[in-house]
């Protein structure tokens, strides 16, 4: 169901046009609700500023300030910003791949073989690789078990081991909720219980509408294909492919984003070098959020 207008329809030139005021704000989170303050900070870009995200952007704000802030109509599209969870919203001090060790020693009885590889890459992606390893496939029914186990321990570890918010993003996200032109969704490799779990320890669940998870596949490429999918179900006639903007910190985000389109937003919070994350030319990069929500700030007035 859609959000309803929070302000009276008014007449449009164009059913083309991106983004303008006053759209209405998404009222069904994907989990829970919420709220915080506002603020600011410097930013670099990377790369170009040119492209159609940011003359969608601009020319939004243009009409904006020309219609006096206030005729936005329900056809209106919004700008949807996918967010990656791990080492661009949070740290969980490896909750998830400790909770995946553990339930592989359960399964196996012994450690695994090959090193766990987790940035950037997908549940499913990650419990294929480790059984194959192992010499076995990875039936649906063994990965839905394995989940099963993998979601309470990541439970347990969070309690035992709280997650950090990484720097700006409870300054960035309230204030995006907020924004009239803005739609928030994840983009993330966690599974969407995991994904839960880790934004609920955090108090960040409620900032999401939708999504794409690791539940179902392997390749980042296609959680990004999902999420695109899932925000277009969402926001129906409002979702504009030319509008969207992944941000994340590993190459994979870079890489995914691009994959749909999107423009892309690196943050270096998450432990890859700024050389690495460069060399995928993402649109963007920025230390960490606090200097990420300038460069949003900027473009979306
Ligand atoms: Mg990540």
């Not at 243009?62 to 209106?76: L, W, Y």
Request: hydrophobic content about 40%; aromatic content about 6%.
């Amino acid at each position: 169901m859609l959000p309803t207008p929070i302000r009276p329809p008014a007449q449009t030139s164009t059913n083309r046009r991106v983004v303008v005021a006053f759209a209405p704000r998404i009222r069904q989170p994907l989990f829970l609700p919420a709220c915080i303050s506002r603020d600011a900070g410097s930013f670099e870009r990377a790369e170009q500023r040119s492209g159609t995200l940011l003359s969608c952007l601009m020319g939004s704000l243009g009409r904006r300030k020309k219609e006096n802030m206030g005729s936005a109509t329900n056809s209106e599209t919004l700008t949807t910003l996918l967010f990656d969870i791990d080492g661009t919203l949070l740290i969980s001090q490896r909750a998830g791949g400790r909770a995946i060790d553990t339930v592989f020693e359960q399964v196996f009885g012994r450690r695994r073989s090959i090193e766990l590889r987790l940035h950037g890459r997908t549940d499913r992606g990650i419990l294929t690789e480790l059984f194959n390893a192992e010499g076995r496939e990875l039936t649906d029914a063994e990965f839905a078990a394995f989940i099963d186990s993998y979601l309470r321990e990541l439970d347990q570890n969070l309690h035992q081991q709280p997650a950090t918010v990484l720097p700006g993003v409870t300054q960035l996200l309230p204030w995006l909720a907020e924004h009239p032109q803005v739609a928030l969704g994840l983009l993330t490799g966690n599974v969407r219980q995991g994904a839960q779990t880790k934004l609920r320890h955090t108090g960040l669940e409620h900032f999401f509408a939708f999504g794409g998870f690791g539940d179902a596949h392997a390749h980042r490429d296609d959680v990004a294909r999902e999420a695109a999918h899932a925000a277009q179900s969402h926001l129906q006639h409002r979702f504009c492919p030319q509008s969207v903007v992944v941000i994340g910190d590993t190459v994979h985000d870079i890489t995914c984003g691009k994959a749909i389109g999107a423009k892309t937003l690196a943050v270096l919070t998450g432990g890859a070098q700024r050389e690495e994350l460069a060399a995928a030319q993402p649109d963007w990069i920025c230390t960490d959020l606090r200097q990420g929500f300038s460069i949003l700030q900027h473009l979306l007035g």
